[in-house]
C-alpha cells in the first residue's frame, strides 16, 4: 500500500491498495481471509453516501456468487472517481469501458430488486 499525509492525517492512496487484489481469486469470502475482505469491503466505502448505499450492499450480497470476472471487474471500477461512479450509477450515464457498462447494469440490478421494489 502506499501511505501518504494529507492535511496531517495518514491517507492510503486507493489505486496502490487494491493493486494486490488483481492477482487473486476473489470469488467468495472462503477465498479470502477476514482481513482481506474487510479491505475490500473499506475499498466501498466512498465520499458519496449515495454510492456507499449501493456498493456496500452489492459487494456484501451479490458478489461472492459472481463470475471471477465480473469480481475482478469490480475490483477495477473501484478504481474510478467517485464522480464518475455517481454518473455511472446514479444518474445513468454509460462508461466507455465495456466491462464496466456490464458491471453497472448488474449493480444497478441489485439495487432495483434488491432495495427499490
Given amino acids: 500500500m502506499t501511505f501518504m499525509v494529507m492535511m496531517g492525517m495518514p ?3 486507493r489505486k496502490a491498495s487494491l493493486l494486490p487484489w488483481r492477482m487473486r481469486n476473489i470469488r467468495g469470502t472462503q477465498m479470502l481471509d477476514d482481513k482481506e475482505w474487510e479491505r475490500l469491503r473499506w475499498q466501498c466505502r466512498r465520499g458519496m453516501l449515495e454510492l456507499d448505499v ?13 463470475s471471477e470476472r465480473i469480481q475482478r471487474g469490480f475490483v477495477r471500477l473501484l478504481e474510478s472517481s467517485d464522480l464518475e ?3 455511472w450509477l446514479l444518474r445513468g ?3 466507455v469501458d465495456a466491462e464496466f457498462r456490464e458491471l453497472i447494469e448488474v449493480i444497478r440490478d441489485h439495487h432495483q430488486t434488491r432495495h427499490l421494489g
Avoid at 449501493?54 to 459472481?66: C, N
Fill in 54 to 66: 449501493i456498493l456496500r450492499p452489492f459487494m456484501d450480497e451479490d458478489l461472492p456468487q459472481l
Fill in 93 to 95: 450515464e454509460s462508461p
Fill in 11 to 13: 491517507f492510503v492512496s
Fill in 85 to 87: 461512479l455517481f454518473r
